[in-house]
């Protein structure tokens, strides 16, 4: 079978074969944190705190943690603190000169930004910290064994393992990045989904089979085809392409003659791939970050924006979706240099003037296919919304798309592009025949 033998040629390339391992070992650390509990508690007390997180922005929550979240474990507060000092210091970058200023630094600013990003996520989850004590305190009351917290040694000892075991978390992603195979930190998210996907399920499996008539097992299959529809609409929703065609100039050097070829500029619809889903899930948690993780003593406004089948949450997290991905496409898309590009190198677009004129016009191609990309995005995102009303369960509607599936979809083809990469280039099969290669994250094929 052509899937076995991709396998052993990836086993054969020793540098590929490493990283995956080694991504494997990152992997396996990170799931057996997420089981290990903060000293002190009692995990069978924890009853109510799952129960708290088995709906609602608290489930949504706990995903991205990988379950880390319910278990009052030292990883309970995940990598989601590091991506909102990430959305936090990359605002900055566009609206502070200081911070413009690293950014065009090349490799040392990139570094004095992350570093800076590092001390943000501190001071986030100094603040998170405290937070989730006071509402883990809450949650063991009502299952019978109350726990003590205020400015004593627990609250100060849990405090630090939270933001330690949070800080490491993020170093397993970063690890990850450049030792293993992928996004780091996507694959960290990756994997917590991936860990809720079996229990959901055989959750919606089994309610299927227990409702009256026999219709049940029917509506199970239904949702499999429906899911998998969805599944490959985002998909081609990631892949998806806008070529601009590209003709370069003749030029003769003594007696050989050089360009003169027509080329494509491959303009990706959804350029900005899953970092607009997962900026937005980040800004959305806001309400749980100001107010705690106790959503019933909050105001009818906060516990609106925290229920996330409502129509507000629903609909501020789709304009969400759409800003940040323009936003983020405007990061990774620069006209001005890819006009400037095409200029050095004698290339031009058929009927449009280089330079100015060239990127005026890419901007103006990206702008058009931006808006149709960031829609359907935002569409998909919220469509676990309109499956809670067709009565499939909440663990299981996350997977009809929202953050869950989109997330899925862009880091499982980022993780192959790379991997397909690897084979391609010691002249290996990919895991697709010739002429259909995997697009990666750059809008451009893995050649």
Known sequence: ????????????????????????????????????????????????????????LMALLDMFSGGAFSNASIFALGIMPYI??????????????????????????????????????????????PSYLVNLAVQMGQAGQPLAVGFNWFTISST??????????????????????????????LIGIIARLPGAFVQEFSSRLNETGNGGLMVFVFEIVVLLLVFAFAIMLVQGTRRIPVQYAKRIQGNKQYGGVRQYIPLKVNAANVMPIIFAQAIMFIPIAIVGFRASESSAFVQAFMDNNGFWYNFVFALL??????????????????????????????GVKPGKKTAEYIDTIMSRITLPGSILLALIA?????????????????????????????????TLQQIESHLLM????????SGMRIKGRSGAMAY
């Open 426 to 433: 010691r002249h290996y099969d990919g895991f697709f025949e």
């Open 160 to 189: 630090i393992l939270l933001c330690a075991g949070s800080m490491f978390v993020m170093w397993l992603g970063e690890r990850i990045t450049d030792r293993g195979v992928g996004n780091g930190i996507s694959f960290i998210i």
């Open 1 to 56: 079978m052509r899937f076995i033998e991709i396998i052993k040629n990836i086993w054969k390339i020793e540098d590929l074969r490493g990283r995956l391992l080694t991504t494997a070992l990152f992997v396996l650390i990170y799931r057996f944190g997420s089981f290990v509990v903060l000293p002190g508690i009692d995990p069978t007390a924890l009853t109510a705190l799952h129960s708290q997180t088995a709906g609602g």
């Open 321 to 350: 979706i759409i800003a940040f991905t323009y936003f983020y496409t405007a990061i990774i898309i620069n006209p001005v240099q890819m006009a400037e590009n095409l200029k050095l190198n004698n290339g031009f677009i058929p």
């Open 382 to 414: 919220v469509l676990p919304a309109f499956a809670r009303l067709f009565g499939v369960t909440m663990g299981f509607a996350q997977f009809f798309g929202g953050t869950s599936l989109l997330i899925m979809v862009g880091v499982i083809l980022d």
């Open 84 to 129: 909102s000092a990430s959305i936090v210091i990359q605002l900055l970058s566009i609206a502070v000169p200081y911070f413009q200023k690293m950014q065009k630094e090349g490799e040392s600013g990139r570094q004095k930004m992350n570093q800076i990003t590092r001390y943000l996520t501190v001071a986030i989850l100094l603040f998170q910290g």
